[in-house]
């Protein structure tokens, strides 16, 4: 006998409309692919929390090197422990950040958006326009550091490891998906019919990279993440991930040219002995204004500007993991689910939050060990990241691909050739970011990403064949029906 008909909020609150699949197979498909995606998508989530506030104190540490003369002038460099205490302080700041009322938090979200797209424009501009030295056009275009000395010169060897770059920063848009399949923000357990917002900017804007960094933000006239409280949320909410898309690739990738113009010589750039020891990204900067003008100060100014951006990104990234562990605990999909997705007077998830940022520190702390594994923990960020994002495609494509019915923006009838494109690349990918970064390969070299992200895909497939299968129905619906 079919199973009675189960609404689910996600569908109804994206897509209109109740999910009328009956069939057992898709239906037990649907809530392991819910409970699974859960561990996996937290972990990355708190991975990428973890990456993003653990490179803005780095970030402090180099800028503390060069305001104090720089590696070869007696500059002062933090130690690891430091560093630790850099990271941990970010969090505290963070949390606290996420702790305050929604409007609060929007009106950052507004500055954020503000300052990631000026200050975008104005290192674009400035950096090339201050370095005395250019590289010429063949140089940015066709040149291979195959000269490296972590053993690697093949060009596409070199071509394919520099993908997880442009992967790691294009996960920027995941914040317009997260929030769209969540929960309003400030009625988190009712459903509305009155239209109390008008997001005017429901999009992820822009990243400043000075590493590995990217930066997410959604912007409202009255709430910060927002998706029943959006008008036409079914319609603006894939738009805006889109939007956010090709703007993360047009202007990223003028900026990121702006640089490269600026950069002649490679490998000083990244030996450890420069005055930035080793920061490529703060020699670019340092160097560009000191052969201008004789001092470092702009550059040091300019690295200022990149850690503001930075900042932001976390204080996103921290509401994005507090929203998921929420929603994923209002589903019954993590333990102590009773306790995560409480909120408090100003309807903020405040145990959520407090929950992202102690997990997100503790992941640091793998640094002050060993350096491998800290690398290992935070590769979960890219890989595991498109893993969460593949899963729900698959279904899709799959099992779903008869019983799915699209939302009111959808690929029509090329969505499911662009879904399995999708997978096939996620897989790709994977498998490429799984080979060893440097040769020859050693216990300090190896890249131990399959092992972290093995291991987190066989904990989740652990919990719901020996727990979740028995209690976990899906999604809990908080729409009427």
């Not at 490679?266 to 020891?277: C, F, R, T, V």
Request: net charge neutral; aromatic share 12%; with cysteine.
């Amino acid at each position: 006998m079919p199973k009675p008909r189960r609404s689910n909020s996600r569908r109804k609150s994206l897509e209109g409309h109740v999910d009328d699949s009956s069939d057992s197979e898709v239906e037990e498909a649907s809530n392991k692919e819910e409970a699974n995606f859960a561990l996996i998508a937290l972990g990355e989530e708190w991975a990428v929390t973890t990456s993003v506030d653990f490179s803005l104190a780095q970030l402090l540490q180099v800028m503390i090197l060069l305001s104090t003369g720089g590696n070869n002038g007696g500059g002062y460099l933090a130690s690891k422990y430091m560093v630790i205490g850099f990271h941990g302080g970010i969090l505290l700041i963070h949390a606290i950040l996420n702790s305050l009322p929604i409007t609060l938090l929007s009106l950052f979200g507004q500055i954020a958006a503000a300052w990631n797209i000026m200050g975008v424009f104005v290192l674009m501009i400035a950096i090339p326009a201050v370095a005395t030295e250019r590289a010429s056009v063949k140089f940015v275009f066709t040149h291979f550091n195959t000269e490296n000395t972590d053993g690697i010169h093949n060009k596409l060897y070199i071509f394919v490891l520099g993908l997880l770059m442009s992967q790691y920063t294009l996960t920027g848009y995941d914040a317009s998906a997260h929030m769209l399949n969540l929960n309003a923000e400030c009625k988190l357990s009712c459903y509305h019919d009155e239209d109390p917002g008008n997001l005017k900017s429901a999009f992820s804007v822009q990243r400043i990279w000075g590493r590995d960094i990217i930066s997410r933000t959604l912007v409202g006239t009255k709430h910060l993440f927002q998706t029943e409280e959006t008008k036409s949320a079914d319609k603006n909410g894939p738009r805006g991930i889109i939007s956010s898309i090709g703007i993360s690739i047009i202007v990223g990738w003028c900026y990121l040219l702006g640089i490269t113009f600026a950069v002649t010589n490679i490998s000083d750039l990244l030996s450890s002995d420069n005055d930035a020891a080793g920061y490529a990204i703060a020699e670019v900067f340092y160097l560009a204004f000191k052969s201008r003008y004789g001092s470092g100060t702009g550059g040091i100014i300019c690295l200022g500007i990149v850690a503001v951006a930075i900042f932001f990104c976390g204080m996103s990234s921290v509401t994005s993991n507090s929203r998921m562990v929420y929603a994923f605990s209002r589903d019954g999909a993590m333990p102590l689910s009773t306790f995560w997705h409480k909120v408090n007077k100003q309807e903020i998830p405040i145990n959520a939050v407090w929950l992202s940022t102690f997990i997100s520190f503790c992941m640091a702390l793998t640094y002050l060990g060993s350096l491998v594994a800290f690398q290992a923990m935070v590769s979960i960020a890219t890989i595991g990241l498109y893993i969460a994002y593949a899963l729900p495609i698959f279904f899709r494509v799959t099992l779903a691909r008869k019983s799915f019915v699209p939302g009111p923006f959808n690929l029509g009838r090329y969505g499911v050739l662009v879904g399995w494109i999708a997978v096939l690349w996620v897989a790709t990918i994977t498998v490429l970011f799984s080979l060893p970064v440097a040769y020859p390969i050693t216990k300090d070299t190896l890249n131990y990403t399959p092992v972290a992200v093995g291991g987190l895909l066989i904990l989740t497939v652990l919990w719901w064949v020996l727990s979740a299968r028995y209690w976990f129905r899906g999604p809990i619906t908080n729409i009427p029906t």
